[in-house]
């Protein structure tokens, strides 16, 4: 069975300073892989997604995310992290034919 | 194009109520979507429908129903709601039937509250 998993739950950066969300997957074929945000009291808003191609995806509002076939993962990384940029991120995975699988999600605090 | 709305935004029940959960999309998708979030468990799949006609369950189907209105609408009802559905409800959309690689555009949710 396919699953997704994001080992922190929270991640907490100053501002300027570099960020990563963390993700691994297991699926037994080819991943689609996606990142979103949500931001309180709101619905989710799509970031980014890998289907196939080039590993490094990049996304809206300055976030990329690498694909890693060997390390299963796909984290998020942004070079300069924004206070705006608190929320809560969750990373998602299905392949054909499978229904999307999100992860518990990681909440990112950026401080002044 | 207000992309996928829903209503109401909040709702408060008493244990064995029912109601209906109503989500619109103004964005021709075929698919959509109705997931329910809950504190450390991410977003869940309650029900799906890939196009105009069907429907399907998802991971979490029990107790709830589903109707595809038409292209525009997917309802989720709850015939007799419980305290274990207090959540927060979020509905979907994504532009092709059945593909799997399609981004899923999300309305604001229906945060409920069963008593």
């Known amino acids: 069975a396919q699953s997704v998993a994001q080992p922190e739950d929270q991640v907490n950066v100053a501002e300027g300073n570099p960020l990563t969300v963390k993700c691994t997957y297991s699926?037994?074929?080819?991943?689609?892989l996606f990142w979103y945000v949500q931001y309180p009291n709101r619905g989710l808003q799509f970031l980014l997604k890998?289907?196939?191609?080039?590993?490094l995806v990049k996304g809206s509002y300055g976030f990329e995310a690498e694909f890693n076939k060997s390390q299963t993962s796909f984290h998020l990384k942004k070079p300069s992290a924004l206070v705006s940029d608190s929320a809560l991120y969750f990373c998602a995975v299905n392949q054909a034919g499978t229904a999307l699988i999100f992860g518990k999600g990681t909440t990112l605090s950026v401080s002044s | 194009n207000a992309g996928v709305t829903q209503t109401p935004k909040f709702q408060v029940l008493k244990t064995g109520q029912s109601m209906t959960l109503q989500c619109a999309q103004d964005?021709?998708?075929?698919?959509m979507y109705w997931y329910r979030q809950d504190p450390g468990m991410g977003l869940r799949l309650i029900y799906y429908s890939a196009s105009e006609g069907t429907t399907d369950k998802g991971e979490v189907p029990n107790g709830y129903n589903v109707s595809r209105l038409n292209k525009r609408e997917f309802s989720l009802r709850l015939e007799s709601a419980a305290p274990s559905q207090t959540s927060v409800y979020f509905c979907?959309?994504?532009?092709?039937?059945?593909?799997?690689?399609?981004?899923?555009?999300f309305g604001p949710g229906t945060r409920l509250l069963v008593l």
């Open positions: 890998y289907i196939t191609g080039d590993n």
């Open positions: 964005m021709n998708h075929n698919s």
């Open positions: 979907a959309s994504s532009l092709t039937s059945g593909s799997t690689r399609e981004t899923q555009y």
């Open positions: 699926v037994s074929g080819n991943p689609y």
